[in-house]
């Protein structure tokens, strides 16, 4: 199956490149072209693309960034095409939907993501996008999958402020614009009329019900009973009771969300000594999971993906400061009025009453980022919706099980809990 995937994909290539090379320019007279796995974790329908044209003669500024008429250039490509089973448990036709949505409609020209030179989008499941490189640009994957350094998280909660806020901009100064984009965007998680978990593409019922891995841990070490029952009883259905209620949209403070803020999804410009010093900036990508809701969904899933317990705890307000701080920030120099409604109790509350989506998120995905799970993707999605969650459920054992357990306890004395029975 992977084999037939591999020889799919360099077909497509081979049919997309030429097309591609003209759209850049067309006073070449041949190109080679190479992909390469940039061997970006949990992601297998990603390449770099090594392209070299050989100008003619008479070709337009020959000397411009060309070596002996050659011209060298490199992008970053993904595509829709994988194995039929992840492109349809993945919704992976949405997912490039909602990121070509997000490239032709709100970002562009927008130096602060990777630019986009080319899409095609003429068959859903082999739709394909050729990025710049931001590689070039000074921007790199961060080194760590988990307990991120403080530094680091504080330049990825800057960033997402200001992500935010380019949101609360434009749902101010340009809300046809902004409700038009809306309603382009699908959703690519959640289907509330769907209630069939045997159905591969509703598998985040399932997924999301693995929030009892937390609970029974703490039944097994003899946690206090009465908060374990307080606990069964929110995750009897997690779907319905937590997910589905956080991603509601609640005004004033609902914008324009990333879906999926995790370390993978944000590239660090190291332009002091380490990542975090007083030039760093972060750049977000991947934008298939936007979704119009609080903000805390975005916030929530970075802290409990990506942090340490102490900074998500101890060093909780810092990090929400440092966020509003950036957000009113940008918002002032938009010329934004009625900053109050986004006062730091109002981001406080806010968080409160969502902070439970990112324990959710880390209740399955969690053991992925600790390197626990010895299976691909699509070995992993070959078995049905529950033994997955079997296999899942078990991996890292009662290591990743104390630490979400710790998680949802810490959440619960935030408030977090309470706020969704």
Known sequence: MAENIEIKIKEHFEKLIPKFARR???DFEKFEYELCSPNIFCVSNTFFINLKLWLKENANNKNDNSKNGIVSMRFFAKTAIMSEIVQRMTKLDVQFHNEIVFYQKYAKDDNCYPKCIYMDKSIPYESTLILEDVSLRGYAMHPKRIDVPLKDILVAMKEIARFHAKGYIMKERNPKEFSEILNEVKDSRFDSENDNVDDIENHFICLANMTSRAVDYL????????VCEKFEKLFED????VLLKAIVPVEP??????GDFTVNNVLFKRDADTVGGADSRAMLIDFAMLRYASPAIDLSTFLCLSCSKEDRTINFPKIMRTYRDELIGCLEKADIKNLERFSYEAMWNDYVRHGLYGFVIASFFLHILM???DLTLEELLAYDTREMVKISIACGGDEVSAILADMLLDLDKLGC???FL
Request: with cysteine; charged share 30%.
């Open 417 to 419: 809990v309470d706020a």
């Open 219 to 226: 039944k097994k070490i003899n946690h206090d009973a009465a």
């Open 253 to 258: 403070l609902a914008t324009l969300c990333h």
């Open 238 to 241: 997690t779907y319905r009771n």
């Open 371 to 373: 390197g626990k799970l």
């Open 24 to 26: 850049l320019r067309d």
